[in-house]
């Protein structure tokens, strides 16, 4: 991504559904920021520096000029929607009926346990669930890491607890939130009802869809408000764990036409490239992918190879001549010389 000169640096993951929603958000509002990567795959967000940003070890975390630290994406986008409007359209409406509905809406999003639902959807067949999960959501790698990540979130959490003390209050918070949670995704009919809060969520935005005669309408304006940023990101994160079918193409029109739409926003392209860029950046690093690399290289330098042993005017490239490389084209203007005294040589 680049890197503007501005102060504001937003800490981020890019398969995080938080941090999309705020990359999302100022890319709409045309804000300069800069990035820092935490990959919380890798614990990074449980580093003694990106502790003292965010206690609960979670991206996204904005940072203004160094001086000002917000955890939390709710959080951050309230506070640059307060502090970088000027000049900018506002994401929250003026006419007080669409910004209440617009905050409703927002709020109900921003409630809806989408962890609980990515890593749940790893813990069930797929074939009973329906789904048609995407790259790298189908891969066999991404569904062990989940599984592997509700095995130990809670035993990592309480070893950093031993390490940090300072953060125990915050930290056995979360971890009862997450056993809370947890028991959500290991009981299939508790995931179902999960899923339900989803579907209840995306029926009210389907009524207030269908309500608009304008076709060209957003969720409750004809502007893009920060409630589409949060359905957006939720369609996006929904469709790339397979649930498209049960959740929008089979029973609400509204919400399928919509996310064809907001799909062509590209504040959403940006938000959603990042993790693309971040998966071909793994795949090149993994052993995997240094091969794929190096097998590309010596094929096209073979390839190379091969187009100039053929075709190149090696008299043009006297270096190629001492590898004995390339097409031994005649000059035309020595053509005839070397015919004459190639006659000599052959006529007796
Ligand atoms: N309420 C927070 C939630 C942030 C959150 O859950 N972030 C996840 C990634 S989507 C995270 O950093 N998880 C790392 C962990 O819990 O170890 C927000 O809105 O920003």
Redesign the pocket.
Known sequence: MASPNTDLVLYY?P?????Q??VMYLHEKKIPFRTKL?N?NT?K??SPEFLAM?P??????LVDQNTRTI??????IDYLEDNFSNGNQKLVPNDPESKTRCEQLNHQI?ALK??SL?YGSSMFNRMDLGLNPKFPFNTPKARQQMQD?VTH?VA??RSQIKLYPQYAGVLNQ?IAE?EENMALIRNRDKYESLLLQFEKVLDECEAELSTHEDQNWWLVSCKITIADISLAILLHRLWQLGFEFRMWERSRPTLAFYYKRIQRNSSFQKAISMSTEFNLSEFLRSPMGVGAVGFIAITAIALGGYYIWKNVDSSRFGFLNLFGVGKKRVPPHLKDIRFTEARQRYIP
């Open positions: 993951f398969h995080s559904f938080y941090s929603k705020v935490v919380i614990g967000q449980f965010s609960r070890g979670e991206v996204p975390v955890p939390d994406s709710q959080k951050i921003h989408v962890e990515t990540i979130r990592v959490l979360k997450i």
